[in-house]
T-cell receptor, first 112, second 112 residues
Framework: GESVGLHLPTLSVQEGDNSIINCAYS??????FIWYKQESGKGPQFIID?????DKRQGQRVTVLLNKTVKHLSLQIAATQPGDSAVYFC???????????FGKGTKLSVKP | DTGVSQNPRHKITKRGQNVTFRCDPI?????LYWYRQTLGQGPEFLTY????????KSRLLSDRFSAERPKGSFSTLEIQRTEQGDSAMYLC??????????FGPGTRLTVT
């Protein structure tokens, strides 16, 4: 399948370790943020979202942290598995805008 | 399968030909979005609909691009007089009344 990970920052982790993927967003007016996972040849898959009135949100094995002061978003994946290998995108949105604006993406590679 | 579906999954066309892609959103999702994704990049917003109304189309890449959602259900994206630079993955997403967008598998367009 075609890779969506060409020329992207790459994070390589050992299976079982925790992963942290970072994202800097651009618009201080953004009030909604999403993390997506994209495997080669597939569409982006929703992982977790967070609104700007929150600093942290947890899901199953994933946590998103939002720092509005420095416009920074991070995705933490606990006990990373080979199936987590993919490209991860953060995206931001404002209510007046409707559409998502995507960041550049980070390729996560999990070594067995 | 109750996810977003897109057809065709792959399209190869000759430069100058017209192409049309179809997106079927998740049932009862009133918002539908089109994005384009090129290798190594995040999805780039093109246009979106709320029910049958096209609320944003200024991001369509040129007047060769048009989209419709005639009955507020499925949508089509048409590219007229295709150019080699149109080669990309075309993604459709839908969302309910909140802002969480669910993506389809995409249509891979190759213009020769």
């Amino acid at each position: 399948g075609e890779s969506v990970g060409l020329h992207l920052p790459t994070l390589s982790v050992q299976e079982g370790d925790n992963s942290i993927i970072n994202c800097a967003y651009s618009n201080s007016a953004s009030d909604y943020f999403i993390w997506y996972k994209q495997e080669s040849g597939k569409g982006p898959q929703f992982i977790i979202d967070i609104r700007s009135n929150m600093d942290k949100r947890q899901g199953q094995r994933v946590t998103v942290l939002l720092n509005k002061t420095v416009k920074h978003l991070s995705l933490q994946i606990a006990a990373t598995q080979p199936g987590d290998s993919a490209v991860y995108f953060c995206a931001e949105n404002t209510r007046s805008q409707g559409n998502l604006i995507f960041g550049k993406g980070t390729k996560l590679s999990v070594k067995p | 399968d109750t996810g977003v579906s897109q057809n065709p999954r792959h399209k190869i066309t000759k430069r100058g030909q017209n192409v049309t892609f179809r997106c079927d959103p998740i049932s009862e999702h009133n918002r539908l979005y089109w994005y384009r994704q090129t290798l190594g990049q995040g999805p780039e917003f093109l246009t979106y609909f709320q029910n049958e109304a096209q609320l944003e189309k200024s991001r369509l890449l040129s007047d060769r691009f048009s989209a419709e959602r005639p009955k507020g259900s499925f949508s089509t994206l048409e590219i007229q007089r295709t150019e080699q630079g149109d080669s990309a993955m075309y993604l459709c997403a839908s969302s309910p009344r909140d802002w969480k967008q669910y993506f389809g598998p995409g249509t891979r367009l190759t213009v020769t």
